[in-house]
C-alpha cells in the first residue's frame, strides 16, 4: 500500500514551513547568516551528486531525503537574491512557470503554435484542443522544445548556447549530439553509425602504434564521443551505464579484497592469476543473484 498523499493545502502549507526554517536559521544561525553564493555552490554540487546516487541505487527514502537538500539549496540561493532585491523565490517560481508555459504550445496555447510570442493562459486556464496543433510523440515535443528555446527574450542565441561549459564531459558531449539531433544533424540511419566507430578505433590504434601522445589523446577523444553517439542513437544512457560499470567492478574488486584479507595474503602479493579467478567467483554469484 503506498503512501498517503498530501493535498494542495498540506504541500503548499510545506513549501511555506521550509520557507519560514529558512528564514529563521539566515537570521538565528551564524553559519547559515555567513553563506553566499560562492560558499553554497560547492555543497550544492555535492548535494547533487548524492541525489545522483540515491537515483543510481533507486533508494526511495534516500531519493527523498536528498532532495530535500537540493530544494534547500534552491530556497536558499533565493532567499540570497531576495536580501540583495535581485529576486526571490516567487521569481523563481514564475519565471520557471511562464518559461515551461511558453515551451508547450501544443498544452497551453495550440492555436499559437508557430507564433514568436505565444500569450500564457491565466493560471489554471487551458485552451481547447486544435486538430493542426496536435503532438504526437516524445521526439516532436523535444524539438519544439529546442526550436522554442531560441525564441526566449533572455533564451540561447545558438543551437549549442545551452550546453554548460562545467558539465562532466561524457554528460556534455551526449548533450551536444542531442541538441544538433533537433535541428536535423544526426545519423539518417542509427546503424550507420558503427562505420564511425569503427574508424574512429582504427585511426586511434595508428596513432597509439606511432606512440604519439597529443594525437593519441585527440583520436581517442574522437573515439569515445563516437560511442557516446552510438549509445545517444540506441536509446542508451552512457553515464548511466558507466555508472552501473564502476559499481559492477567495485563489488568485485572489492570481493577480491576480502578474500586476500581472510587468506593473510595482501594484493600485492598475490599473483594476477589468483586475483582473476576470485574476480570470476564474483561475477558467477553476481549473475546466479540476478
Not at 554540487?45 to 534516500?62: F, G, R, S
Not at 534547500?72 to 520557471?96: Q, R, S, W
Not at 602504434?209 to 597529443?214: I, S, T
Request: proline letters at 4%.
Amino acid at each position: 500500500m503506498g503512501k498517503k498523499r498530501h493535498t494542495r493545502e498540506e504541500k503548499m502549507a510545506a513549501f511555506a514551513r521550509m520557507l519560514d526554517v529558512l528564514d529563521a536559521l539566515r537570521e538565528k544561525c551564524p553559519w547559515d547568516r555567513k553563506q553566499t553564493n560562492g560558499s553554497l555552490r560547492p555543497n550544492t554540487i555535492e548535494e547533487t551528486y548524492e541525489l545522483c546516487d540515491a537515483l543510481m541505487k533507486n533508494d526511495v527514502q534516500e531519493i527523498c531525503k536528498e532532495l530535500g537538500d537540493v530544494l534547500l539549496h534552491v530556497a536558499f540561493y533565493a532567499k540570497i537574491g531576495e536580501e540583495k532585491a535581485e529576486f526571490d523565490i516567487a521569481d523563481v517560481c514564475n519565471h520557471l512557470v511562464d518559461k515551461l508555459i511558453f515551451r508547450h504550445p501544443h498544452v497551453y496555447h495550440p492555436s499559437q503554435i508557430g507564433s514568436p510570442n505565444p500569450r500564457p493562459l491565466p493560471y489554471g486556464e487551458q485552451e481547447e484542443e486544435h486538430e493542426h496543433a496536435k503532438v504526437d510523440n516524445v521526439k516532436q515535443v523535444l524539438d519544439n522544445w529546442e526550436q522554442l528555446k531560441q525564441k526566449e527574450k533572455d533564451g540561447n542565441k545558438t543551437v549549442l548556447g545551452g550546453v554548460p561549459v562545467s558539465l562532466p564531459s561524457l554528460i556534455k558531449a551526449y548533450r551536444i549530439q542531442d541538441k544538433a539531433r533537433h535541428v536535423g544533424f544526426d545519423w539518417e540511419e542509427r546503424d550507420n553509425v558503427w562505420n564511425k566507430v569503427h574508424e574512429e578505433l582504427t585511426e586511434l590504434e595508428a596513432e597509439l602504434r606511432r606512440d604519439n601522445k597529443e594525437r593519441s589523446e585527440e583520436e581517442l577523444g574522437d573515439f569515445l564521443f563516437s560511442v557516446i553517439n552510438a549509445a545517444r542513437l540506441y536509446h542508451l544512457n552512457p553515464d548511466n551505464a558507466l555508472e552501473k560499470t564502476n559499481q559492477k567492478f567495485i563489488r568485485r574488486f572489492n570481493y577480491i579484497e576480502q578474500h586476500s584479507i581472510k587468506m593473510g595474503k595482501p594484493l600485492t602479493e598475490m599473483t594476477l592469476g589468483e586475483m582473476d579467478a576470485l574476480w570470476n567467483e564474483a561475477k558467477v554469484m553476481e549473475n546466479n543473484e540476478k
